[in-house]
Each structure stands twice: as C-alpha cells, then as structure tokens.
C-alpha cells in the first residue's frame, strides 16, 4: 500500500530531525572530548549512531510503503556547552522535542486509519520514552555531583562503559 502524501512528508521531516539529533550529539561528543572527558564523548558518539539507525528505520520504512524520501540539509547544532550538565540538560530537552514530533506523527496516522504507519512509530514512542528517562538520569546525577571532580570522573568512567547496540523492531 502507497504511503499518503501528507505522511511522506511529515516521515521526511523526521528523518531530517533524526538525522540532526545524530549531529547534535556528535556536536556534546566533540565538545566532551575537547574537554577531556572521553567517556562522556563515547557515550554522546553512541547516542548520535542511535539517531543514525533513527533515521534510517524510517527512510527504509518510507520506501518499503513506495514512499519518495527528499533529504533537507540539516542545521548545524550549537559546538561548546559550559558544562556536562548544561550538555545533558539540553539532549534532554531535545529528547523531549523529539518525543512531541513522534506523538504528531502517530496523531496523523490515527487520523488517516493508516495502521501500518501506527504500528511502526509505536516503536518509537517506546523508544522515546527510553531515550528521554536516559538523558534525565545523567542530568540528575550530575546535579548530585554538582561539579565535583571526584564525582565527575567517576561519572565518565561510567558513561565511557556505554557500547552501540544496533536496534532491531
């Protein structure tokens, strides 16, 4: 079954926002490792290869309903943050954004009945929710800290366990 037109071109604009997610936090990740915290950069370098599969599980999906894929350039993200927590407070309101832009889609896809686009984007509504309680449990942690040198390294060590797990659904 051919995709409606309006769904193929909100999926479009997700992709776009996929794909600026994947450079927004290699952006956190180049930013961490120009301060010397390796393991906060790996964790960010693993979140935006996250975002990459993001966008690829919806480019592939567009094609598979004969959908026409029309990729936007991608804005460039802010390069330095004044701290971890600054960082991670702004992946978690950008988690959060990206949750409101899944929920308008599945909107969209309940209101045209079309259940093929319903039960994809389920998976990432589940997802979304993973994503933003992750980004919010560092935030937390770090206001635990509250920028202390100790807690920090131990954070990074941390966070520098984190490996890509390619996501299959």
Do not use: D, H, T, V
């Given at each position: 079954m051919k995709i409606l037109k309006n769904m193929e071109s909100e999926l479009n604009k997700q992709i776009n926002a996929e794909?600026?997610?994947?450079?927004?936090?290699?952006?956190?990740?180049?930013?961490?490792?120009a301060v010397n915290l390796r393991g906060f950069a790996s964790w960010m370098k693993v979140q935006a290869q996250e975002e990459m599969t993001h966008a690829m599980k919806i480019y592939n999906y567009t094609f598979e309903r004969v959908g026409r894929v029309v990729l936007e350039s991608i804005d460039k993200p802010q390069a330095k943050w004044e701290s971890p927590l600054d960082a991670f407070e702004a992946a978690y309101e950008h988690e959060q954004k990206v949750t409101a832009m899944i929920d308008k889609l599945l909107k969209l896809a309940t209101e045209e009945k079309d259940n093929a686009s319903i039960s994809m984007l389920q998976w990432f509504v589940d997802e979304q929710v993973e994503e933003e309680a992750s980004a919010n449990d560092i935030v937390q942690k770090l206001k635990l800290i509250k920028g202390a040198p100790g807690g920090l390294f131990m954070l990074d060590k941390e966070l520098g366990q984190r490996v890509f797990k390619l996501e299959t659904g």
């Open positions: 794909l600026y997610s994947a450079y927004l936090y290699l952006a956190m990740s180049a930013n961490f490792e």
